[in-house]
Protein backbone atom coordinates (compact mmCIF):
# COMPACT_ATOMS: atom_id res chain seq x y z
CA UNK A 1 0.00 0.00 0.00
CA UNK A 2 1.76 3.24 -1.37
CA UNK A 3 1.17 6.44 -0.07
CA UNK A 4 2.29 9.29 -2.99
CA UNK A 5 4.04 12.03 -0.95
CA UNK A 6 3.35 15.04 -3.60
CA UNK A 7 0.83 16.99 -1.68
CA UNK A 8 -2.69 17.16 -3.57
CA UNK A 9 -5.19 19.52 -2.12
CA UNK A 10 -5.13 21.83 1.30
CA UNK A 11 -7.05 19.68 4.05
CA UNK A 12 -9.36 22.93 6.35
CA UNK A 13 -9.68 21.17 9.86
CA UNK A 14 -13.36 22.85 9.73
CA UNK A 15 -14.32 19.37 8.24
CA UNK A 16 -14.38 18.01 11.89
CA UNK A 17 -17.03 20.77 13.02
CA UNK A 18 -19.72 20.09 15.18
CA UNK A 19 -22.88 21.77 15.46
CA UNK A 20 -24.96 22.69 18.63
CA UNK A 21 -28.90 23.63 18.84
CA UNK A 22 -31.44 24.30 21.86
CA UNK A 23 -33.13 21.14 20.32
CA UNK A 24 -36.38 21.89 23.47
CA UNK A 25 -38.47 18.97 23.79
CA UNK A 26 -37.09 16.49 21.72
CA UNK A 27 -33.36 16.43 23.25
CA UNK A 28 -31.91 18.12 26.10
CA UNK A 29 -29.19 19.61 24.08
CA UNK A 30 -27.87 23.17 25.46
CA UNK A 31 -30.20 23.12 27.97
CA UNK A 32 -28.45 19.86 29.91
CA UNK A 33 -25.04 20.60 29.19
CA UNK A 34 -26.02 24.58 31.22
CA UNK A 35 -25.22 24.37 34.70
CA UNK A 36 -28.27 26.57 35.80
CA UNK A 37 -27.19 27.03 39.21
CA UNK A 38 -23.77 27.86 38.72
CA UNK A 39 -24.32 29.89 35.67
CA UNK A 40 -21.93 28.05 33.56
CA UNK A 41 -21.15 24.84 31.35
CA UNK A 42 -21.04 21.65 32.98
CA UNK A 43 -17.59 20.58 33.60
CA UNK A 44 -17.66 17.06 31.96
CA UNK A 45 -19.32 17.98 29.04
CA UNK A 46 -16.27 20.79 28.69
CA UNK A 47 -14.21 17.91 29.18
CA UNK A 48 -15.54 15.82 26.96
CA UNK A 49 -15.73 18.43 24.28
CA UNK A 50 -11.82 18.50 24.49
CA UNK A 51 -11.43 15.56 23.70
CA UNK A 52 -13.26 15.46 20.68
CA UNK A 53 -11.48 18.39 19.58
CA UNK A 54 -13.88 20.17 17.36
CA UNK A 55 -12.15 23.22 15.43
CA UNK A 56 -15.51 24.88 15.30
CA UNK A 57 -18.95 24.91 16.74
CA UNK A 58 -22.21 26.00 14.56
CA UNK A 59 -24.99 27.40 17.19
CA UNK A 60 -28.61 27.91 14.96
CA UNK A 61 -30.32 25.41 12.83
CA UNK A 62 -34.03 25.62 12.69
CA UNK A 63 -33.98 27.50 15.79
CA UNK A 64 -32.17 30.10 13.92
CA UNK A 65 -35.37 30.69 12.18
CA UNK A 66 -36.84 32.07 15.04
CA UNK A 67 -34.73 33.18 17.27
CA UNK A 68 -34.08 37.01 17.90
CA UNK A 69 -30.47 37.61 19.41
CA UNK A 70 -31.21 40.22 22.23
CA UNK A 71 -33.08 38.16 24.07
CA UNK A 72 -29.56 35.92 24.75
CA UNK A 73 -27.69 39.24 25.65
CA UNK A 74 -27.55 41.35 29.14
CA UNK A 75 -28.51 40.26 32.39
CA UNK A 76 -29.74 36.71 32.75
CA UNK A 77 -32.46 37.62 35.46
CA UNK A 78 -33.82 40.12 33.00
CA UNK A 79 -33.59 37.73 29.90
CA UNK A 80 -37.11 36.62 28.77
CA UNK A 81 -38.08 33.19 27.97
CA UNK A 82 -39.13 32.03 24.58
CA UNK A 83 -40.62 29.70 22.50
CA UNK A 84 -38.94 27.43 20.89
CA UNK A 85 -41.46 27.02 17.76
CA UNK A 86 -39.82 24.13 16.11
CA UNK A 87 -38.89 21.57 19.24
CA UNK A 88 -41.32 22.62 21.58
CA UNK A 89 -41.49 24.00 24.80
CA UNK A 90 -39.54 26.92 26.33
CA UNK A 91 -35.84 28.13 25.66
CA UNK A 92 -35.02 30.24 29.14
CA UNK A 93 -32.93 32.88 26.89
CA UNK A 94 -29.60 31.71 29.55
CA UNK A 95 -27.24 30.77 26.88
CA UNK A 96 -26.66 33.04 24.29
CA UNK A 97 -23.97 34.62 22.66
CA UNK A 98 -21.41 35.29 25.12
CA UNK A 99 -22.09 32.08 26.45
CA UNK A 100 -21.86 30.33 23.28
CA UNK A 101 -18.80 31.59 22.91
CA UNK A 102 -17.22 31.17 26.26
CA UNK A 103 -18.43 27.50 25.30
CA UNK A 104 -16.07 27.38 22.38
CA UNK A 105 -13.29 29.52 23.99
CA UNK A 106 -13.00 26.66 26.54
CA UNK A 107 -12.58 23.71 23.89
CA UNK A 108 -10.47 25.64 21.96
CA UNK A 109 -13.45 26.12 19.20
CA UNK A 110 -14.06 28.91 16.68
CA UNK A 111 -17.52 29.96 16.71
CA UNK A 112 -19.98 30.11 13.68
CA UNK A 113 -23.50 31.82 14.34
CA UNK A 114 -26.07 31.29 12.01
CA UNK A 115 -28.28 34.16 11.54
CA UNK A 116 -32.04 34.89 11.63
CA UNK A 117 -32.61 35.32 7.40
CA UNK A 118 -36.08 36.50 7.94
CA UNK A 119 -37.49 33.37 9.35
CA UNK A 120 -36.38 31.85 6.11
CA UNK A 121 -39.56 33.15 4.72
CA UNK A 122 -41.51 30.31 6.41
CA UNK A 123 -45.05 31.99 7.40
CA UNK A 124 -45.46 29.21 10.58
CA UNK A 125 -42.35 31.15 12.08
CA UNK A 126 -43.14 34.91 11.28
CA UNK A 127 -45.34 34.80 14.60
CA UNK A 128 -45.07 33.05 18.15
CA UNK A 129 -48.08 31.68 19.38
CA UNK A 130 -48.64 34.90 21.89
CA UNK A 131 -48.63 36.76 18.04
CA UNK A 132 -44.88 38.41 18.85
CA UNK A 133 -42.88 38.89 15.73
CA UNK A 134 -39.89 36.39 15.07
CA UNK A 135 -38.44 37.64 11.84
CA UNK A 136 -35.00 39.30 12.00
CA UNK A 137 -33.86 41.19 8.90
CA UNK A 138 -30.69 42.66 7.86
CA UNK A 139 -30.43 45.06 10.24
CA UNK A 140 -30.67 43.02 13.02
CA UNK A 141 -28.26 40.42 11.44
CA UNK A 142 -25.79 43.47 11.23
CA UNK A 143 -26.18 44.74 14.87
CA UNK A 144 -25.49 41.19 16.16
CA UNK A 145 -22.20 41.10 14.13
CA UNK A 146 -20.88 44.54 15.52
CA UNK A 147 -22.51 43.28 19.31
CA UNK A 148 -20.09 40.37 18.68
CA UNK A 149 -16.69 41.60 16.81
CA UNK A 150 -16.51 45.34 17.19
CA UNK A 151 -14.07 46.84 19.41
CA UNK A 152 -16.59 49.95 20.40
CA UNK A 153 -19.51 47.94 21.15
CA UNK A 154 -21.07 49.95 23.68
CA UNK A 155 -24.10 47.67 24.33
CA UNK A 156 -21.59 44.53 24.56
CA UNK A 157 -19.48 46.84 27.33
CA UNK A 158 -22.80 47.88 29.09
CA UNK A 159 -23.37 43.82 29.57
CA UNK A 160 -19.82 43.08 31.11
CA UNK A 161 -17.75 42.50 27.90
CA UNK A 162 -15.29 44.84 27.10
CA UNK A 163 -13.53 42.46 24.73
CA UNK A 164 -14.60 41.59 21.33
CA UNK A 165 -16.32 37.71 21.16
CA UNK A 166 -15.07 37.15 17.92
CA UNK A 167 -17.07 34.94 15.69
CA UNK A 168 -15.34 34.49 12.75
CA UNK A 169 -17.70 32.57 10.50
CA UNK A 170 -21.83 33.51 10.23
CA UNK A 171 -24.75 31.52 8.25
CA UNK A 172 -26.79 33.88 6.12
CA UNK A 173 -29.65 31.29 5.92
CA UNK A 174 -30.84 27.64 7.53
CA UNK A 175 -32.71 25.44 5.09
CA UNK A 176 -34.73 28.32 3.58
CA UNK A 177 -34.83 25.93 0.46
CA UNK A 178 -36.73 23.18 2.75
CA UNK A 179 -40.66 23.88 2.42
CA UNK A 180 -43.69 22.57 -0.09
CA UNK A 181 -43.73 26.03 -1.29
CA UNK A 182 -40.06 27.65 -0.73
CA UNK A 183 -39.05 30.78 -1.31
CA UNK A 184 -38.03 31.74 -4.84
CA UNK A 185 -34.12 31.62 -5.06
CA UNK A 186 -33.88 34.76 -6.60
CA UNK A 187 -35.82 36.25 -4.12
CA UNK A 188 -33.30 34.66 -1.45
CA UNK A 189 -30.15 35.31 -2.96
CA UNK A 190 -31.05 39.36 -3.54
CA UNK A 191 -32.03 39.12 0.16
CA UNK A 192 -28.40 37.38 0.84
CA UNK A 193 -27.06 40.18 -0.47
CA UNK A 194 -28.72 42.81 1.91
CA UNK A 195 -27.54 40.55 4.74
CA UNK A 196 -24.08 40.32 3.23
CA UNK A 197 -23.41 43.92 2.71
CA UNK A 198 -25.03 44.65 6.11
CA UNK A 199 -23.20 42.50 8.17
CA UNK A 200 -19.56 43.25 6.44
CA UNK A 201 -20.15 46.80 6.90
CA UNK A 202 -19.91 46.18 10.88
CA UNK A 203 -16.60 43.61 10.01
CA UNK A 204 -15.33 43.04 6.64
CA UNK A 205 -13.24 40.25 7.96
CA UNK A 206 -16.01 37.52 8.59
CA UNK A 207 -16.47 34.73 6.39
CA UNK A 208 -20.13 34.21 5.13
CA UNK A 209 -21.94 31.07 4.18
CA UNK A 210 -25.01 31.50 1.83
CA UNK A 211 -28.00 28.55 1.13
CA UNK A 212 -27.59 26.72 -2.03
CA UNK A 213 -28.97 23.17 -1.38
CA UNK A 214 -32.12 21.74 -3.74
CA UNK A 215 -30.53 23.17 -6.77
CA UNK A 216 -30.11 26.93 -5.38
CA UNK A 217 -26.32 26.65 -6.16
CA UNK A 218 -25.74 27.93 -9.39
CA UNK A 219 -28.66 31.03 -9.19
CA UNK A 220 -26.97 31.52 -5.32
CA UNK A 221 -23.85 32.13 -6.76
CA UNK A 222 -24.74 34.21 -10.04
CA UNK A 223 -26.33 36.66 -7.44
CA UNK A 224 -24.68 36.51 -4.37
CA UNK A 225 -21.32 34.67 -5.01
CA UNK A 226 -18.93 37.84 -4.84
CA UNK A 227 -20.49 38.44 -1.40
CA UNK A 228 -20.30 35.06 -0.15
CA UNK A 229 -17.42 32.48 1.04
CA UNK A 230 -19.10 29.26 1.16
CA UNK A 231 -22.02 27.73 0.02
CA UNK A 232 -24.32 25.47 2.78
CA UNK A 233 -26.02 22.64 2.20
CA UNK A 234 -27.04 19.88 4.54
CA UNK A 235 -27.48 15.66 4.22
CA UNK A 236 -29.66 13.93 6.66
CA UNK A 237 -30.56 10.41 5.03
CA UNK A 238 -31.44 6.74 5.63
CA UNK A 239 -28.96 4.26 4.22
CA UNK A 240 -32.42 1.59 3.79
CA UNK A 241 -33.86 4.28 1.73
CA UNK A 242 -34.89 2.60 -1.92
CA UNK A 243 -35.02 -1.07 -0.48
CA UNK A 244 -37.55 -3.65 0.37
CA UNK A 245 -35.65 -4.77 3.08
CA UNK A 246 -34.92 -2.10 6.31
CA UNK A 247 -32.25 -3.96 8.14
CA UNK A 248 -31.72 -0.56 10.04
CA UNK A 249 -35.21 0.21 11.03
CA UNK A 250 -36.07 0.40 15.11
CA UNK A 251 -34.40 -2.92 16.69
CA UNK A 252 -34.29 -4.70 13.39
CA UNK A 253 -30.83 -3.96 13.16
CA UNK A 254 -30.15 -6.35 16.37
CA UNK A 255 -31.73 -9.75 14.35
CA UNK A 256 -28.88 -9.90 11.82
CA UNK A 257 -25.89 -8.27 12.64
CA UNK A 258 -24.02 -8.95 9.23
CA UNK A 259 -27.67 -7.32 7.14
CA UNK A 260 -27.19 -4.45 9.40
CA UNK A 261 -23.34 -4.37 8.88
CA UNK A 262 -24.02 -4.59 5.34
CA UNK A 263 -26.39 -1.56 4.86
CA UNK A 264 -24.23 0.18 7.00
CA UNK A 265 -21.25 -0.19 4.85
CA UNK A 266 -23.09 0.98 1.96
CA UNK A 267 -23.99 4.70 3.43
CA UNK A 268 -21.05 5.99 2.05
CA UNK A 269 -21.86 5.72 -0.97
CA UNK A 270 -24.76 7.37 -0.97
CA UNK A 271 -23.17 10.09 0.79
CA UNK A 272 -20.46 10.54 -1.86
CA UNK A 273 -23.26 10.86 -4.46
CA UNK A 274 -24.85 13.48 -2.56
CA UNK A 275 -21.40 16.02 -2.09
CA UNK A 276 -20.45 14.58 -5.80
CA UNK A 277 -23.85 16.23 -6.92
CA UNK A 278 -23.15 19.47 -4.67
CA UNK A 279 -20.02 19.68 -6.91
CA UNK A 280 -21.72 19.06 -9.99
CA UNK A 281 -23.74 21.87 -9.82
CA UNK A 282 -21.58 24.20 -8.88
CA UNK A 283 -19.07 23.65 -11.96
CA UNK A 284 -17.80 26.90 -13.02
CA UNK A 285 -18.21 28.33 -9.56
CA UNK A 286 -14.61 28.10 -6.96
CA UNK A 287 -16.93 28.77 -3.79
CA UNK A 288 -16.05 25.90 -1.22
CA UNK A 289 -18.64 23.88 0.42
CA UNK A 290 -19.98 23.85 3.98
CA UNK A 291 -22.25 20.89 4.97
CA UNK A 292 -23.20 22.35 8.27
CA UNK A 293 -25.32 19.90 9.14
CA UNK A 294 -25.29 16.05 8.61
CA UNK A 295 -25.96 12.74 9.98
CA UNK A 296 -28.42 9.10 9.46
CA UNK A 297 -31.60 9.49 9.76
CA UNK A 298 -33.01 6.54 10.97
CA UNK A 299 -36.51 6.00 12.80
CA UNK A 300 -35.98 4.24 16.29
CA UNK A 301 -37.14 4.64 19.65
CA UNK A 302 -34.82 7.41 20.39
CA UNK A 303 -34.16 8.20 16.94
CA UNK A 304 -31.42 6.25 15.16
CA UNK A 305 -30.76 3.91 18.11
CA UNK A 306 -28.46 1.70 15.63
CA UNK A 307 -26.02 4.63 15.48
CA UNK A 308 -25.16 3.78 19.09
CA UNK A 309 -23.17 0.95 17.92
CA UNK A 310 -19.25 0.25 16.66
CA UNK A 311 -20.85 -0.56 13.37
CA UNK A 312 -21.93 2.48 12.43
CA UNK A 313 -19.22 4.00 13.90
CA UNK A 314 -17.15 2.12 11.58
CA UNK A 315 -19.45 3.34 8.77
CA UNK A 316 -19.01 7.00 9.67
CA UNK A 317 -15.27 6.71 9.20
CA UNK A 318 -15.93 6.02 5.61
CA UNK A 319 -17.86 9.38 5.34
CA UNK A 320 -15.03 10.78 7.41
CA UNK A 321 -12.60 8.84 4.27
CA UNK A 322 -15.29 10.66 1.88
CA UNK A 323 -14.86 14.44 3.61
CA UNK A 324 -10.87 14.28 2.70
CA UNK A 325 -11.15 13.01 -0.67
CA UNK A 326 -13.74 15.89 -1.05
CA UNK A 327 -11.71 18.11 0.28
CA UNK A 328 -10.33 20.22 -2.35
CA UNK A 329 -14.21 21.81 -2.38
CA UNK A 330 -15.61 20.81 0.63
CA UNK A 331 -13.96 23.01 3.30
CA UNK A 332 -17.04 22.58 6.10
CA UNK A 333 -18.63 19.84 7.72
CA UNK A 334 -19.48 17.56 10.61
CA UNK A 335 -21.41 13.69 10.70
CA UNK A 336 -23.41 14.59 13.61
CA UNK A 337 -25.37 16.79 15.88
CA UNK A 338 -23.41 17.57 18.89
CA UNK A 339 -24.69 17.61 22.02
CA UNK A 340 -27.61 15.98 24.05
CA UNK A 341 -29.42 13.79 26.58
CA UNK A 342 -30.93 11.05 24.08
CA UNK A 343 -30.66 11.22 20.16
CA UNK A 344 -28.14 8.81 18.98
CA UNK A 345 -27.50 11.37 16.08
CA UNK A 346 -25.25 13.89 18.70
CA UNK A 347 -21.92 13.26 19.31
CA UNK A 348 -21.65 14.03 22.98
CA UNK A 349 -24.53 12.42 25.00
CA UNK A 350 -25.14 14.45 28.17
CA UNK A 351 -26.64 12.20 31.26
CA UNK A 352 -29.36 13.98 33.34
CA UNK A 353 -29.85 14.57 35.59
CA UNK A 354 -26.35 13.42 36.61
CA UNK A 355 -23.34 11.31 35.25
CA UNK A 356 -20.20 12.03 32.68
CA UNK A 357 -20.72 13.03 29.29
CA UNK A 358 -19.44 11.17 26.83
CA UNK A 359 -18.52 10.45 23.24
CA UNK A 360 -20.89 8.10 21.28
CA UNK A 361 -18.56 6.34 18.02
CA UNK A 362 -19.19 9.21 15.62
CA UNK A 363 -17.44 11.39 17.91
CA UNK A 364 -14.39 8.66 18.42
CA UNK A 365 -14.17 8.22 15.32
CA UNK A 366 -14.08 12.14 14.44
CA UNK A 367 -11.94 12.61 17.77
CA UNK A 368 -9.09 10.12 16.07
CA UNK A 369 -9.37 11.74 12.79
CA UNK A 370 -9.90 15.38 14.14
CA UNK A 371 -6.10 14.63 16.11
CA UNK A 372 -4.37 12.96 13.11
CA UNK A 373 -5.11 14.55 9.82
CA UNK A 374 -2.29 16.36 8.04
CA UNK A 375 -2.61 19.50 6.13
CA UNK A 376 -3.02 18.41 2.67
CA UNK A 377 -4.15 15.34 1.06
CA UNK A 378 -2.50 12.35 -0.69
CA UNK A 379 -2.98 9.38 -2.98
CA UNK A 380 -2.80 6.26 -1.83
CA UNK A 381 -2.13 3.24 -4.13
CA UNK A 382 -2.41 -0.61 -4.00
CA UNK A 383 -4.92 -0.73 -1.27
CA UNK A 384 -6.07 -4.01 -0.12
CA UNK A 385 -9.15 -5.46 -0.71
CA UNK A 386 -11.82 -4.59 2.27
CA UNK A 387 -9.62 -1.31 3.07
CA UNK A 388 -10.72 1.69 3.08
CA UNK A 389 -8.01 4.34 3.04
CA UNK A 390 -7.39 7.96 2.61
CA UNK A 391 -3.78 9.80 3.20
CA UNK A 392 -2.80 13.51 4.39
CA UNK A 393 0.70 14.94 4.97
CA UNK A 394 2.16 17.71 7.01
CA UNK A 395 5.78 18.38 6.66
CA UNK A 396 7.97 15.21 7.42
CA UNK A 397 4.97 13.41 8.80
CA UNK A 398 2.31 11.52 7.13
CA UNK A 399 -1.03 10.28 8.39
CA UNK A 400 -3.02 7.23 7.04
CA UNK A 401 -6.41 6.74 8.06
CA UNK A 402 -7.50 3.08 7.67
CA UNK A 403 -10.96 1.37 7.92
CA UNK A 404 -11.47 -2.12 7.45
CA UNK A 405 -15.00 -2.51 6.22
CA UNK A 406 -14.62 -6.38 6.77
CA UNK A 407 -17.26 -7.25 9.53
CA UNK A 408 -15.23 -10.45 10.60
CA UNK A 409 -11.73 -10.60 8.88
CA UNK A 410 -8.61 -8.76 9.46
CA UNK A 411 -6.70 -7.50 6.40
CA UNK A 412 -2.67 -7.31 6.33
CA UNK A 413 -0.59 -4.21 4.63
CA UNK A 414 2.45 -3.10 4.16
CA UNK A 415 2.85 0.83 4.00
CA UNK A 416 5.25 2.18 1.56
CA UNK A 417 6.02 5.92 0.96
CA UNK A 418 6.82 6.39 -2.35
CA UNK A 419 10.74 7.51 -2.97
CA UNK A 420 10.81 8.12 0.96
CA UNK A 421 12.29 6.11 3.80
CA UNK A 422 9.72 5.66 6.71
CA UNK A 423 11.36 6.17 9.43
CA UNK A 424 9.38 5.74 12.23
CA UNK A 425 5.68 4.84 13.16
CA UNK A 426 2.89 4.68 15.43
CA UNK A 427 -0.66 2.94 14.88
CA UNK A 428 -3.30 4.83 16.48
CA UNK A 429 -6.51 2.47 16.67
CA UNK A 430 -10.69 1.88 17.56
CA UNK A 431 -11.12 -1.56 17.86
CA UNK A 432 -14.36 -2.86 18.79
CA UNK A 433 -17.54 -6.34 18.37
CA UNK A 434 -19.34 -4.53 15.93
CA UNK A 435 -22.43 -4.67 17.97
CA UNK A 436 -21.00 -3.32 21.16
CA UNK A 437 -23.19 -0.52 21.73
CA UNK A 438 -22.00 2.72 23.53
CA UNK A 439 -23.91 3.89 26.42
CA UNK A 440 -23.03 5.16 29.75
CA UNK A 441 -20.90 3.23 32.33
CA UNK A 442 -19.38 1.90 29.12
CA UNK A 443 -17.91 5.13 27.07
CA UNK A 444 -14.88 4.29 28.19
CA UNK A 445 -14.57 0.97 26.47
CA UNK A 446 -13.73 2.07 23.23
CA UNK A 447 -10.26 4.05 23.31
CA UNK A 448 -7.20 4.61 20.89
CA UNK A 449 -4.78 1.85 21.42
CA UNK A 450 -1.78 3.18 20.39
CA UNK A 451 1.32 0.91 19.09
CA UNK A 452 4.65 1.10 17.42
CA UNK A 453 4.76 0.13 13.43
CA UNK A 454 7.13 -2.44 13.09
CA UNK A 455 10.38 -1.68 10.60
CA UNK A 456 9.03 -3.49 8.06
CA UNK A 457 5.93 -1.08 7.80
CA UNK A 458 3.55 -4.47 7.94
CA UNK A 459 0.52 -4.17 10.24
CA UNK A 460 -2.51 -6.37 10.44
CA UNK A 461 -5.67 -4.05 10.66
CA UNK A 462 -8.34 -5.92 12.69
CA UNK A 463 -11.41 -6.72 11.66
CA UNK A 464 -14.05 -3.68 11.90
CA UNK A 465 -11.67 -1.28 13.03
CA UNK A 466 -10.62 2.23 12.50
CA UNK A 467 -6.83 3.37 12.44
CA UNK A 468 -4.54 6.31 12.37
CA UNK A 469 -0.94 5.83 11.10
CA UNK A 470 1.60 8.34 11.83
CA UNK A 471 4.39 7.70 9.53
CA UNK A 472 7.60 9.72 9.90
CA UNK A 473 9.69 9.97 6.63
CA UNK A 474 12.24 11.66 4.73
Known amino acids: MTVDPTPRHELSPYLYMQFMEPLGTTDGSV ?74 DQVGADALMCVNFES ?35 ERSAHGFAKPLRIPVWQIGNETSY ?20 MRAEDPTIKLIGWGDSGWAPKMLEIAGEHLDYVAFHHMFNPDSGHEDAPLRGQEYRRDPQATWDRLMTAWEVHEARIRGMCEEMAGYDTPLAMTECH ?10 VLSSWAAGVAYARMANVHQRYGDRLRIATLADFCGTRWQVNAVMIPVPGGESYMMPVALVMSLYRHHTGARALDVKGVPEDLDVVA ?83
Open 31 to 104: AAGWDFGGDCWREDLIECTRRLGPPLVRWGGCFASYYRWREGVGPRDARAPMHNMCWGGLDTSQVGAAEFVGFC
Open 120 to 154: DFKPYWREDPKGRSRVGDAREAAEWVRYCNAEDSA
Open 179 to 198: DADPVDVEVAARKTVEFAKA
Open 296 to 305: FALPGRNRCE
Open 392 to 474: SRTGDMIYVHVVNTNRTRSARATLAVGGMDIVSGNVFELCADPEFEVMEGLSEDIVPVVRDLPRDATWRFPAASVSAVELKVR
